[in-house]
């Protein structure tokens, strides 16, 4: 049980980075880029993947492990201003949202039977989504003057933009991690060794945030932010080593694994956000994460 608590520690951990990141003046797009390149050092020590296994990927494999290379980073980027805007409570719960889209494209892509209880899972989902992203503007102006927000030191434009775009970056989280799953479900179909397709998702996203960062935003390399990405990348990468240590740790019961995954992270991530960050959340949010967990219970076979 200790190696899902450290995964879910790690995940929530992850958020208070991205959350305390512009305190700290760190660039997250070269924070993000330098977790890449810790990820694909990590993943070659720890799992050792047999790198022969790359010769044998065929051209579809390679299409998807392209998408993965430029959705990791993009929905990096995304899941960042989702935390700075919503807090750590929302954008944790529309992560985990994601959940429904896998399911989804087990039932449209994968022909699944669709049972009664997955439908009610599924609607619940919906429902909290929609619960989540009615963040009012008020509240979104509220928060501005909450210590430590990234909205503290914003002008009364930039302050309210927050609650105008707010339901895009959660939708972007939503909607980003899900194509994600799907594509390692896929990826998995194609028959690639999952640790040299994590190593090669890494390496691909690597040279494609670089690539963006130096050739298109001219970025102005900084020491600090640079040095931090070497703990974000620790941060992201062992939130996903000790979560595939807990499925070796319990290889009968998946299900005990990605529910207390989910449940886990998103009571703690509410815990967190709400007494170290002072967020402020309202009614109809609280009512969409308590939503978001019957839904998250609902989804998973008894």
């Not at 509410?270 to 960050?277: C, D, N, P």
């Amino acid at each position: 049980m200790h190696t899902l608590i450290i995964s879910i520690a790690f995940s929530v951990t992850v958020s208070i980075f991205l959350k305390l990141a512009r305190r700290y003046r760190i660039q997250v797009e070269q924070a993000i880029a330098v977790n890449y390149v810790t990820a694909s050092v990590l993943c070659l020590w720890l799992f050792h993947p047999p790198l022969a296994a790359v010769r044998s990927i065929t051209t579809p494999a390679w299409v998807i492990l392209g998408l993965l290379g430029v959705l990791l980073p993009a929905v990096f980027l995304v899941m960042a201003a989702a935390v700075r805007q919503t807090g750590i409570v929302l954008s944790d719960t529309a992560q985990r949202l994601s959940l429904v889209l896998p399911i989804l494209a087990a039932f449209l892509v994968f022909h699944e039977a669709l049972s009664g209880r997955k439908a009610l899972g599924i609607a619940l989902a919906l429902c909290a989504l929609g619960c989540l992203i009615a963040k009012p503007r008020s509240s979104a102006l509220a928060t501005a003057g909450t210590p430590g927000s990234p909205l503290a030191f914003a002008t009364p434009r930039a302050a309210a933009r927050p609650a105008r775009f707010a339901w895009i970056t959660l939708l972007g989280v939503w909607v980003g991690y899900g194509a994600i799953d799907i594509l390692f479900k896929q990826m998995a179909r194609l028959g690639a060794g999952f640790t040299s397709s994590l190593l090669l998702s890494f390496v691909l996203a690597t040279l494609l945030i670089f690539l963006w960062l130096t050739a298109f935003r001219r970025t102005a390399w900084n020491g600090r932010s640079l040095a931090s990405g070497l703990l974000l990348g620790a941060l992201n990468f062992g939130n996903i080593y000790f979560y595939i240590r807990a499925h070796q740790t319990f290889p009968d019961n998946p299900t005990l694994v990605f529910a207390a995954m989910n449940i886990g992270v998103i009571s703690i991530g509410t815990l967190v956000g709400a007494g170290a960050f002072r967020e402020r959340i309202t009614w109809i949010q609280a009512a969409g994460i308590a939503l978001a967990l019957a839904a998250i219970v609902s989804l998973f076979p008894r």
